[in-house]
């Protein structure tokens, strides 16, 4: 650090740290010994020059750091050897701490040098850092240390060879070890250099095995195979190994295994086998002798057991032999690993061997066997002498087998025609003749075991013996040859052959082997009869009769073709085939000539058979119920009985569907229990058909009877039944079912149907009860009898319905009113259904079966009654005409046409008649039924209405009203010119139509604007249809009195106002004034001009007088002393005459006549004056 003052003076300087003198630090500079914790901190300089005063610098703060390190060392060094690693840094190190790690993980190691014997495992990066007074540096840049392997050196095997041929092999290399011959290697061939060290060395030792190429042994003697071990190294097991096999031979049973012990580097292993045989002991034995390391040397040693033995010349090993001529061939065979050079033979008497002669001896054949060689030679025997004899043959070795026999001389004579019928016992014999007695007998059949015979005594001046065995024939398989056999003392055997023939038959059917078989008539079967013995001739038989006409289909004889030894015969079954069948055959040979006749001991009994079908049903059922069949048939064994159904001729489909001759399903059902079971889910219609079922025994087809469904039906009922007002109606209904039947009749809601009762009857047809119900109806009435009804039919708890509209035929609707004009012709119409329906509605047709509409007869009538009238007479005359029926929709309709119309006749009524015919085959049913009544009227104008008063200038409304038959149509005219034209005349206005019976109604209004001051003609035309109508209607016109002003009279005295009374009647209007007390009417007397009364007439417009007259008040009386008001004076009171009046009034009157006079003449001054001087103005426009 240095300081610097700004002056060009020097002084002295102190460093202070943290405000501490630090001791030394007086130069200008100031250097840091060392830059660990202890020195950082702020630093400040004092400088004190002798000419000025001190002054001390800023501060200067001083952190202490460490300078990030280095490693250095070698990068690559070997395996376990000693390395150095530096860590290397450039700051003061005199009290560094350092620190290593490799790969990240820290090594331990504090010191500056990290010194290490490293391995392979130690590759790696490693990095440093220093930490000098606590403050660390950062770690080092990674160094990267590779430790490389170690060679290997060659190994040195005794009695083996190394390679590769090479002093070192790198490290994961190898070196083969292989030893020389005769010498097995102990180890792993293979060493593997891993770091300079190569793995374990194997070693090479010397190891044998010796043994015998070949063993010999004895049939049933010894077979011992031993074998010798040798080697440095003992082994660690010495096994067997027998034909093969990896498994080692064990010791038990008859095979010991001793392994021995190794002493002396040897170890002897021996297998002895006890009762050796050929077939389980002959063959390869392998010895193996395995070492510590696994490896193992073998031997193989072959094994030979040898084998002698005397067989007959079927092959059969034999011990004994019968002679019973003196000479005998035998052959002794020879089983071992090699044909012997020759064979011997000897006889024997106890321990002396002497040659026998013999014919033969060379080999007859020799083949290789399995596991041997096989010889066989023959010899040929004369003077045999009773005793053992010996064959040996001869191998050159001491392995050579031998093998002995017994020989017994004696003969045997037996009955050969032994004959015994089936079932019967038979006691067979044969005789020994034989120097000394046998010591038993046996007699075989066949293959099976031999039995034990009995042994009678020895005749020993004959020498000859007995034996004998008791038979039961009970089945054919006892008869044949059997073998008489004595055993003699030696136990030798003589034997000789004794036949039985077994005379019987066995009868069997194609159908069973015996018992009683059942068939079907008309089917075959066939009886088989076989004889074991053979037959000359076989005879058939039925019970104890022989049977004639037999049917033979096939016989078969023996190889001979002389003895019958089966024969079958075919019968056809019929009603008369049941019985026993039995055969006879004769047999008799041409050593045994006596015939002997056999029957079979039982018989076949043939049942026939008559398969019995029936078909059953359920109980009776309503319509659309399901019905179940059951078809029975007779089981009979030996058939698979196969069930169809039929519905008339035809076939059911598998499917159970049964259709009508359309194609169409008619109904549908499914099969059940192997089809022995047929328901039909829904019988939705009464079969055309019978059922029935057939059941196919193979080709035989067996059938049911018929069978129908019971049904509860209604089989009659009516579609529909139509009836008029008033008719008697008779409603059949049948039910068919098992029993009678209740027969009702309800409406369709189960409600009561009106009617006069049901009558039933029951009958039996066809096996069913049909029940006929006839329901009456004595009056028919449309309002409780029409609608729909139900028919039911009940069985108990059962029912059954149908239903059926009961239409009301009678009239249609029909105007009741019937129109026409004065002088017209009026047209009265009868309206009647005219078709029979099948809906109470009217909405479907009955049709018959040609497909035409079903209708009934009706004739029509009128009547009509005069107006005012009660009676009714026959609309018949000459103004009276009828037309065609005509026919519309299904309704009829007759026209009356009444001529020359009055008015008198408005008001006359008419009626109408329609006679229907009954037919009850249509269910139909008449009478004559009359129309309600018409009523003639007459299209009219019926009113002309003014509303408003005709006064001159008002406007007034005129109506016309028009009542027809149709809708009518309305015009006015004034005279004879359309209002329309007129043009104080308004537009029409129409009012809407009404109609009711009636007829039709229409009003037309017009509009006067402004009435003339003339009369009016106003004419209404109307016209419906083709008729035309018209009405005047005058209207008189009349003056608006109550528009009129009127004057009373101003003039003369005082004049008070008199009671006035104004009134209007009926147009007309009366103007009087009456005066009161104390006043008199002015002027008096009667004037043309003044008058108390006025009166306006409405024709004349104007009134009679001018001027209403005034009331005079003459006065009244003074008033009292008392100061009361007094009364009126009378005219008489106040002095005024008539005349007085009249003087006083009449000067009045000339006084004011003068002025009026002046002002009149002034007036007209003005008017004169006034109109000259504009016609001096207006002089040029006057024309």
Known sequence: RSASDSGGYYGTYEWRKDGTTVIGATGQTYDVPNTDNTYAGSYTCLVTVSTVASSESTGLTLSATVAKPTVTGSATVESASTATLSCVTTSHIDAAVYSWAKDGNDLGNANQDYVHTFALTDSGSYTCKADIGGIQSEDSDAFTLTVQARDCNKPTIDSGTVTPDTDTVAHEATYTVACVETYTLVGTSTMTCTDGTLSTAPACHLLTLTCEDAVYALDGGDLVISCQYSGTVAPTSIEWFYDGSTTALAAGGSIAVDAGSFASDAQTSTVTITAATIESHSGEYECKATIADADAITHTVNGHVRKAMIVDSSGNDVSQVSVTTGDMTVSCKVEADENPSFVNWFFVDGDTETAATVTGGTPDTSTTGTKTKVYTVSAAFSSVQEGTYKCSPNFGDTHSPAATFTTTVGTITGQTCNFAKLGDSVTLTCTLHASAAAKSVTFQHGENAAADGTLGSFDDTNKQQDGTIVKTADDLSKGGDYVCEFTMATDATISTTVSLGVRGATIESSDASSGTISKIVADTTSLTCKVDSGSRSIKWYKGTTEMSDVQITDTTYDSTGDLITQQIVSITVENTSDG???????????????????????????????????????????????????????????????????????????????????????YSGEFSDNNSKYTITSVSSIPTANFKCYVSYGDFLFKSSDAAIPLMYISTAPKAVNAVEGAEVKVTCVGVGTSVATITFTKEDNSAYPNDGVDTTDAVVDGVTETTGVMTINSFSSSTNSGSVKCTSTWGQSSTSKSFDVVNLGFAQMSTNIWTVVGGAAMVVCKARGELYKKSDYSEVLMASDGSTMKPTVVFSFEYQATGGDTWEAATGARYSLGSVGSQGGILEQVLTVSDIAAAEVGQKFRCMAEYTSDPTKQFFGATITSTEMEMKLSQITDMTVSGDTYIGRTVTLSCAVTGNTEPTINFFDDTQPLADSAFFEDVVYADVASDSAGYHRTATVKIKGMPSSALKIVCEAQLGTVFLSKPEFMTIYHDCSALEYKQYKGGPAVVTGEISDQMDNGNRVVTVTCPASSIAWPFGTSSVYGLELTCDKTVGTFGRKKLKACYSYGKRKRSADNQTSDEMSQEEAGITDEGIKNTFSKFHIYTSIVASLVLVGVVYLVVHNRRRRSATTESRIP
Do not use: M, R
């Open 580 to 666: 026993e069948y039995f055969c006879k055959g004769d047999y008799y040979t041409d050593e045994c000539t006596t015939p002997h006749e056999f029957k079979s001991p039982t018989g076949v009994q043939i049942s026939h058979i008559q398969p019995e079908v029936t078909i059953s049903g359920g109980d009776a059922i309503a319509l659309n119920s399901a019905y179940t069949f059951s078809c029975s048939f007779t089981s009979v064994t030996g058939y698979t009985p196969s069930v169809k159904w039929y519905y008339g001729q035809g076939i059911i489909a598998t499917v159970g569907k049964i259709y009508d001759d359309t194609g169409d399903v008619k």
